[in-house]
């Protein structure tokens, strides 16, 4: 069966560090992954999606990067992170219809 | 742009009793896909139930169900026999066709349910 991991499950980051998320997904190949936030009393934002290695879509311009290294592996990062940045991300994975979700990972900026 | 509507930011059920969520979405596609998916304190996304646009039929999961109005533009989720583990925010997704799957979410209703 598939599953889905992300970590770490908990962060706490001063402003201007780097930030690196990762996502990795077993029992299963190619699978779309995606990258959502999710602020405080809002709904799931897209932030990004990869439909294959080394192909990465934006839906929002903000301070984040992602990338997918390799076929089951999708990274979000930033260089210098922003208060704005804290939340509640979410990474996850489409065999097709639905979307499955990892654990998720609060950060915080302080 | 699609757009997904939830216009019950709370809600509350006594246990054992029934409870319905609204949402209401826009598109201009004829077919897509709709979902509601559930997350409780532990902030875990779970998928309840899903619906497929071109089906005619209600989808039902034990005792979820939704009513689905395609030409109103509506897919509320009932929750009969409510739970103390139905407590949770609940979130109404679509999904338009194409190959990159990407859900469009609802803001969520927050389910109470009291004992």
């Known amino acids: 069966s598939q599953t889905i991991h992300q970590w770490p499950a908990t962060l706490v980051q001063p402003v201007g560090s780097p930030l690196s998320l990762e996502c990795t997904v077993e029992g299963t190949s190619n699978p779309n992954l995606y990258w959502y936030r999710q602020a405080a009393g809002r709904g799931l934002q897209l932030l990004f999606y990869s439909v294959g290695i080394g192909q990465i879509s934006s839906e929002v311009p903000q301070n984040l990067s992602a990338s997918r290294p390799q076929d089951r592996q999708f990274i979000l990062s930033s260089k210098k992170l922003l208060l704005s940045d804290s939340g509640f991300y979410l990474c996850?994975?489409?065999?097709?219809?639905?979307?499955?979700f990892g654990q998720g990972t609060r950060l915080t900026v302080v | 742009a699609q757009t997904v509507t939830q216009s019950q930011p709370e809600m509350s059920v006594q246990e054992a009793e029934t409870v319905t969520l609204s949402c209401t979405y826009d598109t201009s596609e004829s077919d897509y896909y709709l979902f509601w998916y559930k997350q409780p304190p532990s902030r875990q996304m779970i998928l309840v139930i899903r619906?497929?646009?071109?089906?005619?039929q209600n989808a039902t999961e034990n005792r979820f169900s939704v009513n689905f109005q395609k030409a109103a533009k509506s897919f509320s989720l009932k929750i009969s026999d409510s739970q103390l583990g139905d407590a949770a925010m609940y979130f109404c997704a679509y999904r338009a066709p194409g190959g990159n799957y990407k859900l469009t979410f609802g803001k969520g209703t927050l389910l109470t349910v009291n004992p």
């Open positions: 996850a994975w489409s065999p097709a219809w639905e979307a499955f």
């Open positions: 619906q497929e646009a071109y089906k005619q």
